[in-house]
């Protein structure tokens, strides 16, 4: 069973890939690019999902081994906050696509035990 503190971490970042599979929901890749709306929202949650797991990971290393890429989503995190000027609408919606399908998976089974 996890900790309070780590399941609450669980939980922000089950929230944020909800709201991210919200907020992408119906749209293409163009819509994406083309209001700044989404794309901020998108960005904001990854931001949230990463300093989340940057946050439960501090508590215990344990939970780097629990999510697929944590150190990845960690560093997406870190680009998103630190290289915003650099940040490619194509990188965060293949993230979309390919990658929060999988973090959602993991984190809401982790929350069902």
């Not at 709306?37 to 940057?54: D, N, T």
């Not at 999988?102 to 982790?110: F, N, Y």
Request: net charge negative; glycine share 4%; with cysteine.
């Amino acid at each position: 069973m996890l900790p309070h503190e780590t399941k609450k971490y669980f939980f922000d970042i089950a929230e944020a890939c909800d709201l991210i599979a919200q907020f992408t929901a119906g749209k293409t890749f163009a819509d994406y690019q083309n209001d700044p709306l989404p794309r901020s929202a998108v960005e904001r949650q990854f931001e949230i999902a990463g300093e989340a797991l940057c946050q439960a990971i501090r508590r215990d290393a344990n939970v780097a081994e629990l999510i697929s890429n944590s150190s990845r989503i960690i560093s997406f995190r870190n680009r998103l906050i630190h290289g915003y000027s650099t940040i490619s609408d194509n990188v965060v919606w293949g993230v979309v696509e390919t990658n929060l399908p999988q973090l959602t998976r993991e984190v809401k089974a982790l929350l069902e035990k």
